[in-house]
T-cell receptor
Framework: QKEVEQNSGPLSVPEGAIASLNCTYS??????FFWYRQYSGKSPELIMF????GDKEDGRFTAQLNKASQYVSLLIRDSQPSDSATYLC???????????FGTGTRLTIIP | EAQVTQNPRYLITVTGKKLTVTCSQN?????MSWYRQDPGLGLRQIYY???????DKGDVPEGYKVSRKEKRNFPLILESPSPNQTSLYFC???????????FGPGTRLTVL
């Protein structure tokens, strides 16, 4: 059974600081990695995806992937109160449409 | 507007009373999927469909049925709901080999 592990939090970060969210996965065959943000009572929305080892930046968000360590992270720079949400890590195998989700990390940005 | 819609958004029912939660997408997506979300367990896939008339079980299919007779619709059927099916349900869709699945607004189901 494929597993995706996240620290459930809550993770509290001061406004303007860097928030670091981590995720590990068990299946070395996983090929694609996704970060979704979910506000309370709302549906998940995609923030970033990454396929290759290294860093991928999009605005204030940076996704980092290390396939050797089976580790993916999300950095949020200049954290804003609007970033307060639960962040879901998800993985997908090559040739398979199924997403396997972690349980999510609840992030709170403190003004 | 491109979207995934679900109905109803909220439902309270009693054990054993058959119900259907509808899901519809207007993006011509081939792939559709149902998830349930429970505290501490995250999002778990119930069933998915790669195209019309093609459906398969996800991780937690027991007690659920689906059908895909049209590309845009993917209803979730609970023939005999039980209290352990009380949950928040999400429908999602995407093109095949896509980088993003689009989620519906969710259906909060309570089975008494």
């Amino acid at each position: 059974q494929k597993e995706v592990e996240q620290n459930s939090g809550p993770l509290s970060v001061p406004e303007g600081a860097i928030a670091s969210l981590n995720c590990t996965y068990s299946d070395r065959g996983s090929q694609s990695f996704f970060w979704y943000r979910q506000y309370s009572g709302k549906s998940p929305e995609l923030i970033m995806f990454i396929y290759s080892n290294g860093d991928k930046e999009d605005g204030r968000f940076t996704a980092q992937l290390n396939k050797a360590s089976q580790y993916v992270s999300l950095l949020i720079r200049d954290s804003q109160p609007s970033d307060s949400a639960t962040y879901l890590c998800a993985v997908k195998d090559f040739g398979n449409e199924k997403l396997t989700f972690g349980t999510g990390t609840r992030l709170t940005i403190i003004p | 507007e491109a979207q995934v819609t679900q109905n109803p958004r909220y439902l309270i029912t009693v054990t054993g009373k058959k119900l259907t939660v509808t899901c519809s997408q207007n993006m011509n997506h081939e792939y559709m999927s149902w998830y349930r979300q429970d505290p501490g367990l995250g999002l778990r896939q119930i069933y998915y469909s790669m195209n019309v008339e093609v459906t398969d079980k996800g991780d937690v299919p027991e007690g659920y049925k689906v059908s895909r007779k049209e590309k845009r619709n993917f209803p979730l059927i609970l023939e005999s709901p039980s209290p352990n099916q009380t949950s928040l349900y999400f429908c999602a869709s995407s093109t095949l080999k896509a980088s993003e699945q689009f989620f519906g607004p969710g259906t909060r189901l309570t089975v008494l």
